[in-house]
C-alpha cells in the first residue's frame, strides 16, 4: 500500500510568513498568563460631572439644616440696638434667625445700655422669640435749694450728701428723695431718672419750720428762756420751732411768768405784755423732828424741812403739827426777794406703857430703834409706832401702837417659835392635781395585826408593834373614775352582772398595782414633786423613800388610818366597831342583792349597790376617810411577804419587803361578807387586776 499524504493546508501552516515546512520543527516560546486580579479599571471624571456631584451634596445639606434648623426672633429692646450671633451655622432671613437646637451665642450692644453678651438656649419648638430688655447706663443727678446750702440729701433711704449735690452718679428708674436741713420741714419727692449717662436736675425751695415770736414786758429787761434755754431779753422778737413750747420770763426781784405755747410755722405771735409782779420772800422751815406738817395762814403747805415763798412786807401766821408732839405756832414777814430760815424744835407728848414678853429674853425695837429688854415699862409718843420683839429662834411680833396719855396701858406678848410657826402653817387639809381632797395626820406607835385567838383570823395577821414618825397626806377618798381618766383616759373599769362600773365617780378597779403606782408618779409631776417610784420604760423598779412625792400609802400607814380611833387610841376591829352585822347603810359590802353571784353574804343586810358605789355614798370612819370598809378593797405600797410577831423590834416607818411577786391589799370590797374579810387586819395579796380593788394616794409632808 503506498504512503499518504498529508496536504498542508492553512490551517496547519504554523509560520507568519504562510511558507511554512511542515517538516520544521516547533519552537516552545515564552508564556505568561494574563492575571485577572491585576486588572485596573480607571474611570476619568469629567468637569460636569464634579460640578453636578457638589451641587448635589451642596443641595442635600442645606435641605437638612432647612428642615432640622428652628426659627428665632430677638425682640431687643431698644430696637436700635446691635445684634450680633456668634455661631456659625445662624443664618439671618429678614428679622429671624435659622439655627439648630442649642446654645445660642448672642452679643447686643446699644449706646447708653450696658452691653449684653449671654447665651440663648435654643429648644426643639420650631418657632421661638427672646425678649431682651438692655438695661440703661446710670444719669447723674443735681440737687439744689434755693436761699440755703447744706442740706442733708437722702435717697432710697441712703444720706448721699448735702446740697448743692452735682452730677451724683444714680441707677436708672425710680427714687424717693428727701431733703432734710435743720430748722426746716422735710421735703420728699419721687424723681425718675432716664440714665443712659444723661444729666438732670432737682432745684427745691425748703419751707422755715418757724415762726417769728414777740415778747415784751413790763418793766422791760426779762430773759426769756424757751425749752430751758436762754433766748434774749425783752422786748424780743425770736424764732420759735413749729409746736409745744414752754416760756419762762423772769427778772431779778420779781415773780417768774410761765406759759406754755403753740407756734405754727410761719405764723407770726405777738405775745400779749407781760406785767411782772414783785417776787415773795423765800422762807426755809424745818423742825425737830422733821416731817411736820406746815399751814401759813390756814392753808396746808406741806411737810418740813419746806421752802415755801411768802408775799413780801405782810405777816403771816405758820403752824407746825405732829402725831404725838404739842402744836407750835409762829408768825414771819419778808422783804421781795429775801432768804429766810425758820427752826422749830416740837415738844413729844409721852405716855407709860408696860411691856410683858415671853420669853423674858426677848428684845424691844421702836421704830428699828434697839430699846433694850422687852420686859420694860417705856415712854412712849402719844402717836402711832411700830414696836417689833425679837428673840433668836421665835417669829418676831410687830404692832403699830398708839399710846394714849392719861392711861394705864399694857401690852402682853408671847413669841412663836420658829417650829410652832412652820407647823402652823402646815395645811391640815390639800386638793391634789386630780382634784382629791387629802388630810393630814401626824401618826403614832400602835400595834398592826390581829390576835390568835380573833375569831376569823388568817395566818398572815400576825401582830407587829409598829411605830410612824412621819406625818402624811392620805387622800379621803379612793381614786374615781374620772380622776384616773385624766391620767388614762382609755381605762375601763368594766362591767358586773351587766352594770357598769365606769360610771365618772365610781372608784377606779381593774387596775394593776404597777398602774396605781404610775398614776401617783403622774400626780407628782403636775405639781413638780420629785416622783416617788423609780422607773424604767413605764415599769415601776423601785422607790424613792426620801421622796415627798405621791405614792401608794404602806400597809402600816392604812392600818393606823382605818383602825386607830380616839384619845387614848384604841383599835376597831370592824370599820363600824366590835360586833357583826354591820349598822344599816354603813357601807358597800357582799349583801343580799349580790347574792345571786357571789357565795358569802351579809344576811339581811342590803346597801343598794350591786358592784361598787359612787365615792363618799356612806358615812366616812372615826378619822374623816370614805369607804376604808366596803366598796373597794385597796393597793398598798408594801410588796407581800413574811411579817414580824409580837415582842419583835419596833419597826419604824416599814415600807415592807424590799422584793417580791404580789403586792399588798387592804379592806373588805362590795364582794367581801365574811368575819374574816370584813375586819380591819384582814390582809389579802395579788399581782394582777381585779373587779374590786382600787386604791387611794398618799404623801409625806416633808
Known sequence: MP?????????NNMESNGKGNFNDPIQPIDFTPVDQYSRKINFKLSPVKIVLSAFLVLFTGVAWFVLSAKSVY??????????KVNHPLAVKIGPRYLVLDGQLPVMVTAEGYYPLDTS????????????????PLPGFLSVSTEDVDGAQVIISGEEVGQTPLTDFELAAGNHVISIILDRYEPFETSIFMEGRQTSQGLEVKLLPAWAEVSFSTSPAGAMVTVDGLDVGQTPLVTEILAGAHEVLVKLPAHKAWTEDISVSARQNITVPLIELEQADGLVLLQSTPSNAN?????????????????PPGT????????????????????????????QVNLEPILSSVEISVVPQQAELYVNGEYKGNANQTIELLAARQLLEI??????????????????????????KSLEQQRLDSIKTFITNAAGQSMKLIYPDSFQMGASRREPGRQANEVLRNVSLTRPFYLSLMEVTNAQFAQFDSEHSSGVVEGRTMSNNNQPVIRVSWDQA??????????????????????????????????????????????RVEGEPTSLLKFPWGAQLPPPANHGNYADISAGVFLGRIIANYNDGYLGTAPVGSFPPNSNGFFDIGGNAAEWVHDFYGASGQIGAAVETDPLGPTSGTYHVIRGSSWAHGTITELRLSFRDYNDEPRDDVGFRVARYLE
Open 120 to 135: 440663648l438656649t435654643v429648644t426643639d419648638q420650631q418657632a421661638q422669640t427672646f425678649v431682651i430688655d438692655m438695661v
Open 390 to 415: 425679837r428673840y433668836e429662834g421665835y417669829v418676831s411680833y410687830e404692832t403699830e401702837f398708839v399710846s394714849r396719855p392719861g392711861l394705864d396701858q399694857k401690852l402682853d406678848v408671847i413669841l
Open 517 to 562: 403606782a404610775l398614776f401617783s408618779n403622774w400626780l407628782s409631776a403636775q405639781e413638780g414633786l420629785e416622783p416617788f417610784y423609780t422607773t424604767e420604760n413605764g415599769v415601776v423598779t423601785g422607790f424613792n423613800a426620801a421622796s415627798t412625792g405621791y405614792r401608794l400609802p404602806t400597809e402600816a400607814e392604812w392600818s393606823w388610818a382605818a
Open 74 to 83: 430677638l425682640d431687643v429692646t431698644p430696637a436700635t440696638s446691635l445684634i
Open 315 to 342: 405777816s403771816h401766821d405758820l403752824s407746825f403739827f405732829l402725831n404725838g408732839y404739842e402744836e407750835a405756832r409762829r408768825s414771819i414777814s419778808t422783804r421781795p426777794e429775801e432768804e429766810a430760815s425758820l
Open 294 to 310: 406746815v399751814t401759813v395762814d390756814g392753808v396746808f403747805q406741806g411737810q418740813t424741812p419746806l421752802e415755801i415763798t411768802v
Open 3 to 11: 504512503d499518504d499524504k498529508i496536504n498542508p493546508t492553512p490551517e
